[in-house]
Nanobody, 120 residues
Framework: QVHVVESGGGLVQAGGSLRLSCTAS????????MGWYRQAPGKQRELVAT???????NYADSVKGRFTISRDNAKNTVYLQMNSLKPEDTAVYYC??????????????WGQGTQVTVSS
């Protein structure tokens, strides 16, 4: 199947920055959308940002102006540049990729998650 792996999480102080990376691999014909979601303790997973293959983006209101999502289609990689981080951004960040594999099907794959902790 299609596997996605995130990296780049860590512990930073409020106001700091982190850059998350996520790479999809496996039997991929095309990836339609890639995105980042996050889940804080005791909370449901929520959308952070998504980006289509053509570059159209969608952001949660809470991160607009602070986070930037981008992708490199040739590398099947999506990035999330996070600036002006706030303690409220603390969560496990998950990468998602969906599209078509080399076969008559679709895929919707999630990464293992990477911890982002923002201290006050």
């Amino acid at each position: 199947q299609v596997h996605v792996v995130e990296s780049g999480g860590g512990l930073v102080q409020a106001g700091g920055s982190l850059r998350l990376s996520c790479t999809a691999s496996g039997s991929i014909y095309s990836i339609n959308n890639m995105g980042w979601y996050r889940q804080a303790p005791g909370k449901q997973r929520e959308l952070v940002a998504t980006i289509s293959r053509g570059g159209s983006t969608n952001y949660a209101d809470s991160v607009k102006g602070r986070f930037t999502i981008s992708r490199d289609n040739a590398k099947n990689t999506v990035y999330l540049q996070m600036n002006s981080l706030k303690p409220e951004d603390t969560a496990v960040y998950y990468c998602n990729a969906e599209g078509f594999p080399w076969g008559p099907s679709t895929f919707n794959s999630w990464g293992q998650g990477t911890q982002v902790t923002v201290s006050s």
